[in-house]
């Protein structure tokens, strides 16, 4: 069955550091992944996308993600974080014979202090 | 375009009480999802319609749930009755032939 694992449940870094977020995916085919971001209250808003093609992607706010296929690892990365980047990240990996319907992974708290 | 928009944002009702849960996907997607949130659970697809028509209803937990998409533009998913276990997050979201989703801002729903 296709899972997401996220290993970190809470991040904290400092503003203007680099950010990593882990997230290693079990998919027995070519997967479609996705990062999401939440901020408090809020709905899920899409950062990046990997379908195909070239394996590092960028995505809005600055945020990039890499796909390696032989680690089963798609890691959200940005060079320098903002204050503003304080939210809960979910990576996911799209079923594409059901639809493209999503599994999460349970997510990844980033608190980032001044 | 507006996204994907939720109705009501927030719900508080009393337990046995029937709750409606309203969705309008975006216009033009032909894939509608309808997700739970949870702290326990975190976040599953509870069903989920291609060209209004449901495909997948294996993760709606109960008969007490229900959803319909009467046509492309309108989705309702309802509880019947409801009880303070189903207090959660309730997602709707759409796509265009199964690819990205779009998320809307969700429903908060508490039963007392």
């Known amino acids: 069955a296709q899972s997401v694992t996220q290993p970190d449940i809470h991040i904290t870094v400092s503003e203007g550091a680099s950010l990593e977020l882990r997230c290693n995916y079990s998919y027995g085919a070519t997967p479609y992944l996705f990062w999401y971001v939440q901020s408090p209250g809020q709905g899920l808003q899409l950062l990046l996308k990997y379908f195909s093609g070239d394996t590092l992607v960028q995505g809005i706010k600055g945020f990039e993600a890499e796909f390696k296929r032989s680690q089963s690892s798609f890691n959200l990365r940005k060079p320098s974080v903002h204050w503003s980047d304080a939210a809960e990240y979910f990576c996911a990996v799209g079923v594409l014979e059901y639809g493209n319907k999503l599994v999460f992974g349970a997510g990844t708290i980033l608190r980032v202090k001044s | 375009d507006a996204g994907v928009i939720q109705s009501p944002r927030h719900e508080v009702t009393e337990m046995g009480q029937e709750v409606t849960l309203r969705c309008k996907p975006i216009s033009g997607h032909d894939y509608l999802f309808w997700y739970r949130q949870t702290m326990m659970r975190g976040l599953e697809l509870l069903i989920y319609f291609n060209n209004n028509v449901p495909i997948d209803d294996s993760g709606m937990p109960e008969d007490r749930f229900s959803a319909k998409m009467p046509n492309a533009s309108f989705s309702t998913l309802k509880i019947q009755p409801s009880e303070p276990r189903d207090s959660a997050v309730y997602f709707c979201?759409?796509?265009?032939?199964?690819?990205?989703?779009?998320f809307g801002p969700g429903t908060r729903l508490t039963v007392t």
């Open positions: 979201a759409s796509s265009y032939r199964g690819y990205e989703q779009y």
